[in-house]
């Protein structure tokens, strides 16, 4: 569903504490907004939570604290089916079934096909035509795991966009890339981004990425998320 109110906060955290145990948080978010068309980068330490930060977003891991609405619906209420998009770290691809099927998962979510065979022709010109922005046209009916890493990621991203998400979680769908193919990804994401009016919240170890491709950078440090701005200064997030 591109457009929308441009200035519209698709994702709204509020006081929310991450974490699987009260006793050991992992971080606190006091505020964050995320608008339509926005683009914003997570960095930090390994294991300092943003998979965890991105999977509470998705609604995978409750918050031990606060309140999280995508897309006008407040956790643990989900947004419409298809709204959101998530290309996990650990991708959860079908491994024995084709790159096609794959990407047919995620395009039905939108369309609202059955089985592969009784998924709707817009659903399946959808998944051919995210797989070719992925270049991957090429193994389109090769099973998953004949494919290399990178080639798996791009399998995911497709996957995603096939759902015309309003918003994008995407937890490291960069890595494993080489310099030119990582730079198609990339731009394919920001540009359906910009068009379709979503929202992505990104994790990005690589900081010169990350500023490539995202509006504002954020780092997850000292159990908190701070704004880095263009001179490397931290500050604390406060909107
Ligand atoms: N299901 C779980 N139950 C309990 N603890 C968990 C669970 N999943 C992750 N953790 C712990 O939470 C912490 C944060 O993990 P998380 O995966 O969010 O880190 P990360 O910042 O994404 O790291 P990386 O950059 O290595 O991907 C780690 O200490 C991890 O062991
Ligand atoms: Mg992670």
Redesign the pocket.
């Known amino acids: 569903m591109p457009g929308g109110e441009s200035n519209q906060i698709l994702v709204q955290l509020e006081g929310v504490v991450i974490?699987?145990?009260q006793d050991t948080p992992?971080a606190e978010i006091s505020s964050l907004n995320v608008r339509c068309g926005e683009i914003i980068a997570i960095a930090?330490?390994?294991?300092?939570?943003?998979?965890?930060?991105i999977?509470t977003i998705a609604g995978l891991?409750q918050p031990l604290a606060g309140r999280i609405s995508v897309c006008g619906a407040e956790i643990p209420k989900r947004p419409d089916r298809g709204n959101l998009g998530y290309i996990p770290?650990r991708l959860g691809l079908v491994r024995h079934a084709s790159v096609f099927h794959n990407v047919l998962i995620g395009s039905r979510a939108t369309y609202g096909g059955f089985l592969g065979v009784l998924a709707s022709k817009d659903a399946k010109e959808m998944a051919r035509k995210s797989i070719e922005k992925m270049g991957l046209t090429e193994k389109i009916w090769e099973p998953v795991r004949r494919l290399s890493g990178g080639q798996q990621r791009r399998v995911a991203t497709a996957r995603t966009l096939a759902q015309s998400p309003r918003v994008i979680l995407a937890?490291?769908f960069l890595s494993e890339l080489d310099h030119e193919t990582m730079s198609n990804v990339s731009e394919t994401v920001v540009n359906y981004a910009r068009s379709a009016d979503a929202a992505v919240i990104l994790?990005e170890?690589d900081m010169k990425r990350a500023s490539n491709i995202a509006d504002k950078i954020m780092v997850?440090d000292e159990g908190t998320l701070k704004i880095l701005n263009p001179e490397s200064m931290m500050m604390e997030v406060q909107k």
């Open positions: 974490g699987y145990s992992l930090g330490l390994s294991g300092i939570g943003k998979t965890t930060l999977k891991v770290q937890d490291e994790i170890h997850m």
